[in-house]
């Protein structure tokens, strides 16, 4: 089945640096989404990409989606501690949308 | 509603107990989804309905799982005789449209802890 990995699990970081997270899919996918989870909160959408190579920018997320359409990253510039959390990435395969375990980033102020 | 809403927020049950999660998902979103959280894990997907039909119910772990979505709105997730692997959040999420098109709208979920 579609399985969908995710790294690093865990990545503290000191305010002001860059974060990336990475996903690779098992197999090729229609699009990929990305979630926020705070601290004993629920997912909240951020953003999705569909196509091959896509960039996308939200003030200091910036997303790609890999040309093959087997993997994506979010990368944060410029960390701040509003930043903190766990972030996924949820894969669309044939039918269904299956996450990622998560990356948890810690700020460190 | 102007958001998903889940009920109750926590549920502590005995194991073997039988219990119900509600979820009333945005007003006009087609799409239902359940989904099982671990702690320190990503959601799970357990089961997908279009309205009111259940098209997808393959991330159910056992039959003791049952989800219903009678009239196209809110849906029920109904766990018989829970043991203490049940033990997760349960996450319910809309949109509205398919699979393909939209983000997921999440609940706060329901913590079900098995004792």
């Known amino acids: 089945g579609q399985q969908v990995m995710q790294i690093p699990q865990y990545q503290h970081v000191q305010e002001g640096e860059d974060f990336t997270t990475y996903c690779n899919s098992s197999?090729?996918?229609?699009?990929i989404q990305w979630y926020k989870q705070r601290p004993g909160g629920h997912p909240v959408f951020l953003i999705q990409?569909?196509?091959?190579?896509e960039v996308k920018k939200q003030k200091r997320l910036t997303f790609q989606f890999g040309e093959a359409k087997k993997n994506s990253s979010l990368h944060i510039t410029a960390t701040q501690t509003t930043d903190v959390g766990t972030y996924f990435c949820?894969?669309?395969?044939?039918?269904?949308?299956?996450f990622g375990i998560g990356t948890k980033l810690q700020v460190i102020p | 509603g102007a958001g998903v809403s889940q009920s109750p927020r926590y549920k502590v049950a005995k194991r073997g107990q039988d219990v119900a999660l509600r979820c009333d998902p945005i007003?006009?979103?087609?799409?239902l989804f359940w989904y099982q959280q671990a702690l320190g894990q990503g959601p799970e997907f357990l089961t997908y309905?279009?309205?009111?039909?259940?098209?997808?119910k393959s991330g159910l772990p056992s039959d003791r799982f049952f989800a219903e979505r009678p009239e196209g709105s809110v849906s029920t997730l109904k766990i018989q005789r829970t043991q203490q692997e049940d033990s997760a959040v349960y996450l319910c999420?809309?949109?509205?449209?398919?699979?393909?098109?939209?983000?997921?709208?999440f609940g706060s979920g329901t913590r079900l802890t098995v004792v």
């Open positions: 309905f279009q309205n009111e039909a259940q098209l997808d």
């Open positions: 007003s006009g979103h087609v799409s």
């Open positions: 999420a809309s949109s509205l449209a398919g699979l393909e098109s939209y983000g997921y709208t």
């Open positions: 949820a894969g669309r395969g044939y039918q269904k949308v299956t």
């Open positions: 197999t090729t996918l229609s699009n």
């Open positions: 990409l569909v196509k091959s190579g």
